[in-house]
């Protein structure tokens, strides 16, 4: 599935070691969703958020697109689970 990836918020502006962010993604088929990656720092400081937050050590521009890439190929039903489609 191709795929275009949107960052709201620059990197620039945020803690790389313990932060999250949120991604939006949009399908070739027309879908959008809205991922949160964050990273263990903050899963830590913010219960709850990991129910939803697609975690990784740190947030680069590669850990991002791994992490999406990694979740685009799931089945859609968990991609709907991690991804709010509220775009």
Same mark, same amino acid.
């Given at each position: 599935? %191709? !795929? *275009? /990836?949107? &960052?709201p918020?620059? &990197? %620039?502006e945020?803690d790389?070691? #313990?932060d999250?962010? #949120?991604?939006?993604v949009?399908?070739? #088929?027309?879908?959008?969703y809205?991922?949160?990656?964050?990273? =263990?720092?903050?899963i $830590?400081?913010?219960?709850? @958020? =990991? @129910?939803?937050?697609? /975690?990784v %050590?740190? $947030?680069? *521009?590669? *850990?991002?697109?791994k992490?999406?890439?990694n979740?685009?190929? &799931? =089945? %859609?039903?968990?991609i709907? !689970? !991690?991804?709010?489609?509220d775009?």
């Open positions: 599935m %191709k !795929y *275009s /990836i949107t &960052l918020t620059s &990197l %620039k945020i790389r070691e #313990d999250n962010i #949120d991604v939006c949009e399908t070739s #088929d027309g879908d959008n809205t991922f949160v990656i964050a990273t =263990e720092k903050n $830590i400081k913010h219960p709850g @958020l =990991e @129910l939803r937050a697609i /975690i %050590k740190r $947030i680069t *521009s590669h *850990s991002i697109k992490a999406i890439k979740t685009m190929k &799931l =089945e %859609k039903s968990i709907d !689970y !991690y991804g709010s489609n775009m």
